[in-house]
């Protein structure tokens, strides 16, 4: 018998661009997920109630390298250790100032 789960009543924020689709389901096969729509029928599967929670895609280590981005083309064509010493100095800059 296969595994499956169905998350029942969720907000599921499928990306950015778009508001989280209200009180619908997941249902997942083999760690897989397979459906999301609302209302959706697995009798077999093991259901798990969120109601009033948020579902959200997974993020791999986006705290870590999330500031990042505010470097790009500011430091081309440099080897990787001279670009790190510039994004990760080895002594912390002084704070910025409001002006």
């Known amino acids: ?37 609302p209302h959706l029928v697995a009798p077999d599967a ?11 895609p997974g993020l791999v280590n986006g705290h870590f390298h999330s500031h990042e981005h505010f470097h790009q083309g500011r430091y081309d064509n440099l080897p990787l250790e001279l670009w790190m010493h510039y994004v990760h100095p080895p002594v912390a800059p002084p704070p910025l100032i409001p002006e």
């Open 46 to 56: 093991q259901e798990i109630d969120a109601s009033g929670l948020l579902i959200a």
């Open 1 to 37: 018998m296969e595994s499956r789960i169905l998350i029942r009543q969720a907000q599921v924020l499928v990306d950015a661009a778009r508001a989280p689709l209200s009180q619908s389901d997941i249902l997942i096969e083999r760690n897989q997920i397979v459906a999301i729509a």
